[in-house]
């Protein structure tokens, strides 16, 4: 659903120039302010061919475009000024053109993308026992997007939960639950009781240097397959994987594989030995490790213990996913600190050998910090995630309550614009800036909130409900029909696709967000001065058109971010 404006304009104006439209196109500019025209084409070019100065150039291009406009439909006028010729389009035409690409439908032109292409996104990856926390809010809802995106564009997607579930820290966690634990107390609430443990085992450390010893032993127990270190691994697994699911249902978001690190636990061995035959290890201090370039420091793939470490995990990791993928695109969605860490990474993948690790980014963003005071109802600094969602929920409902008490499903729509708020929220600006979340920001339906798009989206819904004609043949009243502000809204419509590309081509969700927030304020400014159902019923049909192009990009973008479109509020 995009027309290219720029090669329908050199198409038409190529023949009258008596110039070719290859040499045309890529000349066409946009004039840096509005009363120098929609178009210009800079006339320096030509001034060696033609034997003239640019800006004669410019008023002979003129003069034969005035005589050939009556027969140029895209073209109202045309003046020169200096060594520019700009260029006034016909705007009714262009939104009708806009409009008619549009039908029949939402069809998506940018289904060939992908075109059979790959890609992993490795997100979300929380650490089990411990809370989900915001960070991996930000990688969760990031990481789903990007999926959505490159679904979108016809990709084969495969989205992993990479699950924080192996490592020593499950030695002291099957220590602590040994010694003080119960299955109970385990069972009610699960990722609570498992925090609480290893906050214990921790402090009692100090006093009990014994622990850390037994802590060891049991990971040792757990990486050599002992059955009672698994059982108890894998029971506080399930529990924490069951929680994290409640969580994921309510934003909406889906994963392909849940292989954590665990599931590479089998490979390390193998790992370790095609790493020593390729001849890039050495000991260091009884460790194992890759030595890398001067500004990186070594990778570390096994301690002087024995344990292996999440860095052998995460190359055992991309080994395997791309035997078993064949991807072209791997994508890590993780916060920033862990730059250092996908940095070596990637240098041992190479240093292996492997070509394709210049295709794997890592996908950093920065620190999300919440209000503090807004969340204390639980002690502790840790925010719960499901605390954040249900208080957003229920901010969301008093405030429907508010504007519109008759609406029916009020819960459910409570929780879609509830969390709708905290993934905009997340998208809103570029991954890599740090942000703070404020409620009062967040759910504020005239800011630049996920809330005020579901609501543009709600009032189209209801304006078009009102006019029932939207699905006829596309004709247009021959008048000029739309006003500036119709052709801004027409030309945002004709660009959202370029907006998707770039976000994929950026791995960058926000420039959808941006791109719907102008669309949905470019939008409000034409509905506040134009009625969209008047008396002249081909009038009303163009507007009711334009304005349902609007609404099927509002729906089709939120839907990438993963918001729900929602049809009444
Ligand atoms: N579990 C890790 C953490 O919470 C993130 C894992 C990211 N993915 C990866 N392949 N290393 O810090």
């Known amino acids: 659903m995009s027309i290219d404006i720029t090669k329908r304009l050199s198409k038409a104006l190529a023949p009258a120039l008596g110039i070719s439209e290859e040499k045309l196109y890529p000349l066409i500019e946009t004039p840096p302010e509005a009363g120098f025209g929609d178009f210009a084409v800079p006339c320096f070019l030509f001034a060696r061919e033609y034997k003239k100065n640019p800006a004669q150039i410019a008023s002979g291009f003129r003069d034969l475009l005035l005589k050939k406009a ?40 940018l289904r060939k993308t992908g075109n059979g292409k790959t890609v992993i996104v490795d997100f979300s990856s929380p650490n089990i ?56 107390d385990l069972k009610n609430d699960p990722i609570k009781y498992l925090l609480g443990l290893y906050v214990r085992f921790h402090s009692e450390a100090g006093e009990l240097p014994d622990l850390e010893s037994e802590a060891r032993n049991w990971f040792y127990r757990l990486e050599n397959n002992d059955d009672e270190a698994y059982r108890l691994w894998e029971k506080f697994r399930a529990l ?45 201090e009884g460790a194992l490790v890759v030595k890398l ?21 995460d190359i055992a990791a991309a080994v395997y996913r791309h035997e078993k993928f064949d ?42 910090r919440f209000e503090e005071s807004a969340m204390s109802t ?27 008490p008759g609406l029916e499903n009020k819960e459910k729509v409570a929780q879609e614009v509830g969390i709708g708020s905290i993934i905009f929220n997340d998208l809103k600006n570029n991954r890599i800036k740090d942000i703070t979340f404020e409620w009062k920001d967040a759910l504020n339906f005239n800011g630049e909130t996920g809330p005020y798009l579901q609501y543009t989206h709600a ?26 502000e119709g052709y801004q809204v027409a030309v945002l419509i004709n660009s959202f696709e370029d907006s998707v590309l770039r976000a994929s081509s950026e791995f960058e969700p926000s420039i959808i967000s941006r791109y719907l927030l102008e669309l ?41 971010l993963g918001l729900t479109a929602v049809e009444k509020m």
């Open 378 to 404: 639980r002690k502790g600094n840790v925010v719960f995630l499901e605390d954040v969602l249900d208080k957003a929920t229920t901010l969301a409902l008093s405030i429907i309550n508010d504007k519109n």
């Open 459 to 484: 009032r189209i819904n209801s304006l078009l409900k009102k006019y029932k004609n939207t699905h006829g043949p596309v004709e247009f009243s021959d008048d000029l029909t739309f006003s500036d």
């Open 293 to 313: 370039d001067e500004d990186l420091p070594p990778a570390l793939l096994k301690k002087s213990d024995e344990a292996t470490l999440y860095m052998t995990r």
């Open 70 to 109: 009556d027969n140029i439909l895209m073209i109202r006028t045309a003046e020169a000024r200096g060594p520019y010729l700009n260029i006034f389009v016909n705007k009714a035409f262009i939104v009708r053109e806009v409009i008619r690409d549009l039908f029949p439908g939402t069809k998506n032109n």
């Open 327 to 368: 991807f072209d695109l791997a994508l890590y969605v993780v916060g920033s600190p862990q730059t250092l860490h996908f940095r070596q990474l990637f240098k041992v993948l190479g240093k292996m050998g492997l070509g394709w690790s210049e295709n794997c980014y890592h996908i950093p963003f920065g620190h999300i």
């Open 240 to 284: 924490s994987i069951k929680e994290f699911k409640k969580i994921y249902t309510r934003l909406g978001v889906e994963f392909d594989n849940y292989t954590g690190e665990s599931f590479y636990s089998s490979m390390l061995e193998k790992t370790i030995s095609n790493l020593i035959s390729a001849g890039i290890t050495e000991e260091s």
């Open 129 to 184: 026992a411990k809370p989900f926390g915001i960070g991996h809010l930000r990688s969760t809802v990031i990481g789903s997007s990007l999926c959505k995106i490159f679904t979108f564009l016809g990709y084969r997607v495969i989205g992993i939960n990479h699950l924080g579930d192996w490592g020593t820290q499950f030695g002291k966690l099957i220590t602590a639950f040994k010694k003080w634990g119960n299955e109970q």
């Open 520 to 560: 949905a304020s470019d939008f409000n400014s034409y509905y506040n001065t134009h009625r969209v159902i008047t008396d002249d019923k081909l009038l009303s049909l163009s507007r009711a058109l334009l304005v349902y192009g609007v609404k099927s990009v509002l729906k089709t973008g939120l839907e990438l």
